[in-house]
Nanobody, 114 residues
Framework: QVQLVESGGGLVQAGGSLRLSCAAS????????MGWYRQAPGKQRELVAR???????SYLDSVKGRFTISRDNAKNTVYLQMNNLKPEDTAVYYC????????WGQGTQVTVSS
């Protein structure tokens, strides 16, 4: 079993920055991938960014150049640095870990005011 604990959400003005963190604990071994999804009201959950245990990352087109995903394998923690935030980035952000199966965090609210 794997547990994911997120932190770092909040309210920020457009153009501002936030950094999300997600710490994983439990049975973590072998190749895996961690990432961030988001879900805005009335919309489907979408993949924002993902990074493998080997360090290969991928991003949603709309966040490329603004968001950076990174991970500290020694701490089993993944980060999402979000810069130049826009109102359309407002959503609940969920940490995800694919370690044999999908695990989800509880979600953290990110609100960007115009």
């Amino acid at each position: 079993q794997v547990q994911l604990v997120e932190s770092g959400g909040g309210l920020v003005q457009a153009g501002g920055s936030l950094r999300l963190s997600c710490a994983a604990s439990g049975r973590i071994f072998g190749p895996n991938a961690m990432g961030w999804y988001r879900q805005a009201p009335g919309k489907q959950r979408e993949l924002v960014a993902r990074i493998t245990s080997g360090g290969v990352s991928s991003y949603l087109d709309s966040v490329k150049g603004r968001f950076t995903i990174s991970r500290d394998n020694a701490k089993n923690t993944v980060y999402l640095q979000m810069n130049n935030l826009k109102p359309e980035d407002t959503a609940v952000y969920y940490c995800n870990a694919m370690i044999g199966q999908n695990y989800w965090g509880q979600g953290t609210q990110v609100t960007v005011s115009s």
